[in-house]
């Protein structure tokens, strides 16, 4: 069963940051590009970022360009989101999706290989 965990959301400042993991169970992370997603209430599900397999390609949503950083570590079968300059429009809860062929592929939500449970991210003063 392929299985994906999300961890280090939580309430934060504007301006502040914050790190989401996304370990993987049950299958090599290795094998796919991993997507970062968001939803906020009341909103539809967006793309945040994605990674390539070996992590040579990186792309972003606009609103994030700039002050978010994807990462991976295939070794530990995990991969993360660094969120610095944190704004109350990033507050949503935020999911890691295993991303079959390449990040060119991520926005296809519902063909996706494994989705994680979220964690929230809080932004408020």
């Known amino acids: 069963q392929l299985q994906l965990v999300e961890s280090g959301g939580g309430l934060v400042q504007p301006g502040g940051s914050l790190r989401l993991s996304c370990v993987a169970f049950g299958f090599s992370l290795g094998d796919y590009a991993i997507g970062w997603y968001r939803q906020a209430p009341g909103e539809e599900r967006e793309g945040v970022s994605c990674?390539?397999?070996?992590?040579?390609?990186?792309n972003y949503a606009g609103p994030v360009k700039g002050r978010f950083i994807i990462s991976r570590d295939n070794d530990k079968n995990a991969a993360y989101l660094q969120m610095n300059n944190l704004k109350p429009e990033d507050t949503a809860v935020y999911y890691c999706?295993?991303?079959?062929?390449?990040?060119?592929?991520?926005?296809?939500?519902?063909?996706?290989?494994?989705w994680g449970q979220g964690t929230l991210v809080t932004v408020s003063s």
């Open positions: 990674i390539s397999t070996n992590g040579g390609g990186l």
């Open positions: 999706a295993a991303v079959p062929y390449g990040c060119y592929f991520s926005g296809h939500h519902d063909q996706l290989h494994a």
